[in-house]
């Protein structure tokens, strides 16, 4: 399944699956989210990555949304998503990238600008970004 958003430039660059939960209790508690985040590796393949371009990104399991400081991982998609190496980036939902507003936003502008797109687990939910030039996947 693919969608007439995603351009083959998009496909030339890799897809990232951000992985995140606030608490090592949520980690080991919460399976299921486990699961269906890493499971959206399988929706980037669906959608036209090819697996050696798909790159899970789960370095942050257990650290609190609330700020980007310690997590590196989301430091690191931030840092690809800008030198616009990313084609599309995929989570669960928005609150796993970020609960603080200013973090969501700066990340959905990088995207805009890059040219990145945004998904959740959705089947239709495909962005550029929340702005005019950021589109979801």
Not at 17 to 45: F, K, M
Not at 70 to 98: C, D, N, P, W
Request: neutral net charge; contains cysteine; charged residues 25%.
């Amino acid at each position: 399944m693919t969608s007439t958003k995603i351009q083959s430039t998009h496909w030339e660059r890799t897809a990232f699956v951000y992985v995140r939960q606030s608490t090592w209790l949520q980690v080991s508690e919460n399976r299921e989210s486990t699961e269906r985040q890493y499971n959206l590796r399988e929706r980037a393949i669906e959608l036209g990555w090819p697996a050696s371009r798909v790159e899970v990104i789960d370095e942050d399991q257990g650290r609190s949304g609330s700020t980007a400081t310690f997590r590196t991982g989301f430091q690191r998609l931030a840092a690809e998503v800008g030198l616009g190496k990313v084609g599309i980036v995929l989570m669960l939902e928005a609150s796993r990238l970020a609960r603080n507003n200013s973090d969501w936003y700066r990340l959905i502008e990088i995207c805009g600008i890059s040219g990145t797109l945004i998904a959740d687990e959705a089947p239709y939910t495909i962005r550029a970004s929340l702005t005019t030039d950021c589109f979801w996947a």
